[in-house]
């Protein structure tokens, strides 16, 4: 296959496995999922949504978020870690949201990373999910899966986006980077994964990769 019709390959398997995609964070607009993705980092999507209903209940915009103590905010967000910094970030981000966007998420690229807490792939899902700007945020399933695929050279994830933005059409990237997501989790996990139900590894993946794979597969049977 050429690299071309491997990236068919891979938008055409993706496309056909979902067809819909769920946005993994409960969210009801761009202020809620801001907050959402800020407590995702080096969290679980599953935890954040246990424990943003709670946050919400209090302060689902950002004047009411200021009406509380970054103290306040870290004991409701502690169960998602980092939280001395991330309450830090959440009570900063709403206070300038309100002095300088009259309190709305700007649909800016360049704003939004000028937040406090909020790093490029923050604003970049944001951008993808909250505006439908193209955007493709990439996380540690993105990164992992355009390494097995011999699609990017692992070494950054700013050079996996760009490899994914070049070799992807612009007006996929964002169904794309959660089909990629959602793929990551079910079919090619960083532990427990089982090439056997990895479509897209087994047919297009990184020689060097499968090859440690199968090295590994056969060590465990040998013991």
């Known amino acids: 296959m050429t690299k071309s019709e491997k990236v068919n390959f891979v938008m055409e398997t993706l496309d056909a496995l979902y067809p819909e995609v769920p946005v993994p964070l409960d969210h009801k607009d761009p202020y809620t999922l801001l907050i959402a993705v800020l407590l995702s980092a080096q969290c679980t999507d599953e935890r954040v949504n246990k424990i943003t209903p709670i946050l919400f209940a209090k302060a689902d915009n950002p004047y009411d978020m200021i009406k509380m103590s970054v103290e306040e905010i870290k004991e409701i967000i502690r169960p998602c870690g980092l939280s001395p910094m991330k309450s830090k970030g959440i009570y900063g981000l ?28 923050t604003a970049s899902v944001v951008m993808a999910q909250a505006f439908n700007i193209p955007a ?88």
């Open 94 to 121: 709403s206070k300038i949201l309100i002095e300088k966007y009259n309190g709305k998420v700007p649909a800016d690229i360049d704003a939004l990373e000028t937040l406090p807490a909020v790093g490029h792939k």
């Open 136 to 223: 493709f945020p990439v996380d540690t399933h993105i990164h992992r899966l355009m390494y097995r695929w011999n699609f990017s050279n692992g070494k950054s994830v700013t050079q996996t986006e760009k490899d994914a933005k070049r070799l992807f059409p612009k007006e996929k990237w964002n169904i794309l980077h959660l089909q990629l997501v959602w793929y990551g989790r079910q079919y090619s996990p960083a532990r427990g994964w089982n090439l056997e139900l990895d479509v897209i590894t087994s047919v297009i993946g990184r020689k060097s990769v499968l090859a440690e794979y199968y090295k590994k597969k056969n060590k465990k049977a040998l013991k």
